[in-house]
């Protein structure tokens, strides 16, 4: 089969390579996928899970991306839960080889039915920026309706998907960006937007709940906005600032088949928009993670076109 591999951490995207794999044997518990299409997020190779597995033992060449869309190919032993033919979509496993790849073993609590009218390529959209917006909404930062908002990066592949699903749960939401996110976070739902290179970040006054997708200085003077008692929920690594007076909170997206199932519910009846940039091909894939320009959007790529 076809995968993309990376060895050379310090290459980042730029060492990606398309080579020829052999079909990986789905274990116990696994799920054979055929991948139709997947997806990678921004800063993945920075991980060290892309790298190593739990032991901490080297395991490259290792195949990034660790979203997909497909359809289930084989089972492994004892494996519960889906048949073979269905089709899946959903979160791999950090410290296993990926979906940028003709084939990939899933174990199958991570997935979840993928509905006939949800395109592949949409389906391999969704997992890791509708769950990290999911879980750190209402799982961390336990929002509530009413409240106000602060969200990072409000275009963008995870915020775009926190700005809508904040702003249906009934908060007010301040959006942040590059001055040319500016039409699409207010698109998505966001009341206002705060250029972070030329508006004052400090005249939004109050806030209930920070979602952070930046990090470095703009957390920390994001976290002196927090109302007594709010929250700083950040998915830029462990929080470099305290609120005073309420928590911070960093975390790493879980796969979740109930809040796999409740995203593609909302994507079907229109109340959740998917964020695609770029769609490519597999043999296309290393430029299209290369991009000689500002790409906004997620990169898809689809892998049985
Ligand atoms: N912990 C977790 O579980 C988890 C889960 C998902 C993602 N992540 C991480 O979260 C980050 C965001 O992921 P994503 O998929 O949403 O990426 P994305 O699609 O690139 O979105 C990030 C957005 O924030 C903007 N931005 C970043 N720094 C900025 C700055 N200093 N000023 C203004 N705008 C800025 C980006 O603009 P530019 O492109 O112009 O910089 C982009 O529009 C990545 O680092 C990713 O690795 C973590």
Do not use: C
Not at 110 to 131: E, K, M, Q, R, W
Not at 149 to 155: K, N, W
Not at 219 to 233: E, I, Y
């Amino acid at each position: 089969m076809k995968a993309i591999v990376v060895t050379d951490q310090a290459a980042g995207t730029a060492g990606m390579t398309l080579v020829e794999r052999d079909v990986p044997k789905p274990a116990g518990n696994d799920v054979l996928v055929e991948v139709h299409a997947s997806g990678f997020t921004p800063g993945e190779l920075t991980w060290p899970s892309n790298w190593t597995d739990r032991l901490g033992r080297d395991r490259t060449p290792s195949v990034p991306g660790h979203e997909l869309a497909g359809v289930v190919s084989a089972l492994g032993y004892g494996t519960r839960g889906l048949s073979v033919g269905q089709r899946v979509f959903g979160l791999t496993d950090w410290t296993r080889d990926g979906t940028l790849a003709q084939y990939t073993e899933v174990e199958a609590r991570n997935l979840a039915p993928l509905p006939g009218d949800v395109d592949f390529t949409v389906g391999a959209s969704l997992p890791i920026s509708g769950l990290t917006a999911w879980q750190g909404l209402f799982d961390h930062g336990r929002l509530q309706a009413g409240q106000s908002l602060l969200v990072h990066g409000a275009a963008g592949g995870v915020g775009s998907m926190v700005t809508q699903l904040a702003r249906e749960a009934g908060a007010y939401i301040v959006g942040t960006g590059r001055a040319a996110d500016r039409e699409a976070a207010l698109d998505y739902g966001a009341h206002e937007f705060v250029d972070l290179d030329a508006d004052a970040l400090e005249a939004v006054g109050r806030v209930d709940l920070v979602f952070d997708v930046i990090g470095g200085d703009v957390q920390k003077r994001s976290a002196a906005l927090l109302r007594a008692g709010g929250t700083l929920v950040t998915i830029a690594g462990p929080p470099e600032a305290r609120p005073a007076d309420g928590l911070a909170i960093d975390f790493v997206v879980e796969s979740d088949r109930a809040q796999l199932g409740e995203i593609a519910r909302r994507v079907r009846d229109g109340r959740l928009r998917t964020n695609i940039g770029t769609v490519a091909t597999l043999d296309d894939a290393v430029a299209a993670f290369n991009p000689t320009e500002r790409a906004t959007g997620k990169t898809i790529i689809q892998v049985r076109p």
